[in-house]
Every structure is written in structure tokens, then in C-alpha cells.
């Protein structure tokens, strides 16, 4: 924070320094706010960005109605941080030099001195000398979902670099800072987070650390799982999202033709991909009904050969690294492909040129249908690298139950919100994107889709029936699973996690009609 951020911090290792922080309100007279430009000119270098204390009632009680906080929680796993102890001890760091033996260990964590359920104590404010019940664990737990954004010692990227960036909206002064810090920190440290120098994970010696802190055991297990939901639900600070919006513009905006625009002969047809959504059978019919060579990378590496025999250039646009490839070739202008595919709309946008504009376009699916098929699919898919082998131990209630359930995902999409939380704010820029950027069709009504699309784009079928062969006697990549009930438990449990993506499809549901009746009149063709 200080080193990559260019924030100052002011930290309070004891209760004693709390309360004459306190007593000096130093939060009302110091602090300064992260995005304000004026801090250097502050409190002659008394002032501060953030707070850091391991007392988390007493640092709060420094909080204000002026200054009201939001709380990180570092956590790592209880035996870590008893070993960790137990090595930064003065008594210990002088065995070094003859060995440190695991009894040492086991004999700190069993001594009457020790602290034992650290993280619990500090929540349920329990006395050291009182014993840590039930009772304390749940008051714990309800501070710990409600209060903080979880951090994990044993994941500091995803920590640092995701979730502090989001949620504050910092930025890293020089970029790939954090990245180098936290490589720098782990190599250098002798006992890292999430693993242990003197414990074996499961051991006879872990099982009794973790007994003896067994109420903190079951608080770092509830704070995963905490972490793991916060991944897409954290809430995105303003500054952040500002920045997302902006590359938003500058990729639809500046790469792809409004959906009215004049047909241009150099404009290249884009497809977004939204996985099992009738995707695979588009890009077959395209190929071998209307003789259109697509990208897409069927032989792996990604290559500029193209396969004659399936009409498909051989290369790879499903990855933002093989995306920003394509870019460095120019791929757009060599004039290789008819109609590129992708399943990054955003990134995906960005490979066409001044010369070579994009024209989108897209099949969308109910997406409590969507979701099943996907979660089916991917149980059984080896050849897919997004292949799940340990779905087949969970039920699809379960799958969108699970923590860190990845929701609203067409949403995510075409807004740039990939982590954290989406809002209304999302969804009308999604929406936005959809209507001025996209052809949308319906996977449900396949017919009609691919009357519009042959209107939009002027194709036409080399062979009559191909065009209804492909949709209706050999649809591809049909995937036999069990309907889900509408209107069920999990139907509903979908619809309702995934509700800017229900909004969504309705409002594409209606851009659908309205074009058909409107701008895909049969007698109408597009100029």
C-alpha cells in the first residue's frame, strides 16, 4: 500500500497507543483522503490514508461520524500464525542457530502463557483469562460477513491487486509493482502463508494447534468462504468503474459500426460467442452454408494457416493474451477471415481497425437455461479447457449456491465488470452496448435469427437446406441433461442471482421484435 500505492499509513501495535489516539481524535485532525490531491500540503506530515491495528475494537473506536471506516482482515490459517509466533519469538530466534525442533513448537501452543483463539477473542472482545465459547464464535462470525472486506494471506494477488484496487479504487503508482512485491515477499519469507516450515499440514502436531485454536480454525474456515462470495460481490469504488467505462468506449466505440451505419464492403462481421448459446451451430452454418471463413483455433498453436477443409483461419481470439497477438499482426487488415468469433465481446472488439471496422452481432439464451447447460456441459467436456471433472459431485442447485458463483455474466461482459459487484449502472451500459452495437438474435428462434442476420449482412445459403439441416436435423454440440423445472427452487435460485442478466435478455427480447418488425421488414433490406 505504501511502497506500490504512494499511500502513508499510521499503525498502532498496542490498546495503550489506541486510546491516546483517541483521546487526540487523530482521525478527524490527520486523515486525508486516498483521492484527494492536496495531501502533501497537509498536517506538516502528520497525516495519513489508512490505520492498521491487530485491536480491532479499539481501532474502530477511533472511527468517527465524520470518518466512518471500511475494515480490511488479513487472515491466514491459525497454525500458520501460531508457528509464525512462535518463530518471531526472541526465546526462539536464539535456537536458530542450533535448530529449531517441532516439541519447542508444540510446547508454546500448549503453555498456559498462550494465546489461543487470537481472531475470536479480538471480534467477541473476550477477556484472555476468560474461555472462548459458541456464543463468541457467532458473534464473531456476524462481525466477520458484515463488517470487512477478508483479505488472504495465502492468496496475496488476488488479495492486493484485485480486490484492494476494486474496492478503494487505488491505482499502483508505477504498474507491476504489487506483482513484484508480493514475488519478492513469498520467495523471502522462510515460513510463507498457507504452508508451514515446522507443521505438517494435517499432521499429528497441525491437528492439535488447530484443536487449541479451534474456535479461530472455524472463523478462517467461514472467512474463505466469505472471500471467496466477495470475489464478485464486492461493491467497485467510483474511480474505479470510471476507468472501466472508459475502456468500455474506446473499444465498442471506437472499433465497432453502430448497428444503423451504412454498410461498408471493408466492415468485418463479429461474433460474440456467449457460450451454449447456440454458438457452435452458428459458426458451422456460417461456415458450411454460406462458404464463410471464421476464426477460430482448432489446432493448437494459434497460426495464420487456414483449414480449407472446415473453412477456419487457425487462429486464437478466446483469451485477452491471444487478443492483444492478434492486434500485433494487424489481423484485421490482412484480409484472412470472413467473420471472427470470439467470446470476449470487449476484448474481442478491439482487433478491428480504422480500416477494417467491426459489425457485431450475438444469439442469446435465457440464462436459468443457460446456466444449466453450461454447468452440464462443462462436467463432461475433457476436451474444454473450462472442463470441471469435480462437478460431478455437486447437484446445479449446489453449483449456483457455491461461494465466488460467477453471476450476470453477459453483463460482465459487455461492461468490464469482470470481479466484483454489478449494479444498475452495469446493466444500462450493457444494455447501451447491445442496442447501438449488436444484431441480436435468439436461440429459441433460430429461423427468424438467420433471416435477419442474411438481410444484415447480405448473405446467402450456396446450398438450399443447408441452412435448415444444420438448425434442425443436426444441430451441433447437443448436450442431453435434465431440464430444469421453471418456476422451481433452482430455477429461481438462477433467475435471482443472475438478475441484471434476466434484465438483459428481457431487453433483448425486445430489440429482437422490434427489428424484426421494424428493421428486418421482409420486404426491407439494409443499405
Known sequence: MTQCYGLVGKSYDTVEQLERARASNVVD????????DDYE??????????????HYREGAGLLTRRHRGRVIFMMDHPCVVAEKEYLSRPATK??????????????????????????????????????????????ARMILENKFLIGMASDLTETVIRRLGL?????????????????ATTTSTTTTSGSSAL?????????????????????????QAVFGNQKMNVPVHESARKDDVEVV???????????????????????WHIPKASGTTVKETLSQC???VRTEMIKPPSSLEIIHKSLVLNVDLSTPTSVIEAKRMQLANRGLADVFVSQLSLEGSTVFTNKHMGRAFTIMRHPARLAASLFYYRRIATWEPTY???????????????????????VRMLSNAKLGGVNESHLELAKKILREKFIVGMSDQMDETFRQLEMYYGWSEEKAGCIEFHLHSAPSNKNKYPEVDQGGQVWNAITTKNKYDMALYYYALELFGNRSEKMFRKEKAIA
Not at 114 to 125: F, G, I, K
Not at 264 to 270: A, E, L
Open 29 to 36: 485532525n490527520y486523515f486525508a483522503s486516498s483521492h484527494g
Open 41 to 54: 500540503s497537509l498536517h506538516f506530515g502528520k497525516g495519513f490514508h489508512f490505520l492498521s491495528t491487530p
Open 94 to 139: 536464539k535456537k536458530f542457530r542450533s535448530g529449531i525442533s517441532m516439541r519447542g513448537l508444540v510446547e508454546h501452543v500448549n503453555g498456559t502463557d498462550y494465546y489461543d483463539n487470537r481472531m475470536t477473542r479480538m471480534l467477541a472482545q473476550v477477556p484472555r483469562d476468560a474461555e472462548v465459547t459458541e456464543e463468541h464464535y457467532r458473534n
Open 167 to 183: 474496492y478503494f479504487g487505488w491505482k499502483e503508482e508505477r504498474k507491476g509493482c504489487a506483482k513484484e512485491l508480493i514475488a
Open 199 to 223: 507443521l505438517e499440514e494435517k499432521g499429528h502436531e497441525w491437528r492439535f494447534v488447530r484443536a487449541r485454536n479451534h474456535f479461530d480454525s472455524k472463523l478462517y474456515a467461514r472467512g
Open 249 to 271: 468506449e474506446r473499444a465498442y466505440f471506437g472499433h465497432l459500426r453502430n448497428v444503423r451505419d451504412a454498410r461498408d464492403d471493408s466492415d468485418i462481421p463479429f461474433f
Open 290 to 292: 454460406y462458404g464463410l
Open 388 to 410: 470441471r471433472p469435480e462437478y460431478m459431485d455437486m447437484t446445479l442447485g449446489e453449483y449456483v449456491d457455491k461461494e465466488g458463483y460467477y453471476d450476470n455474466w453477459m
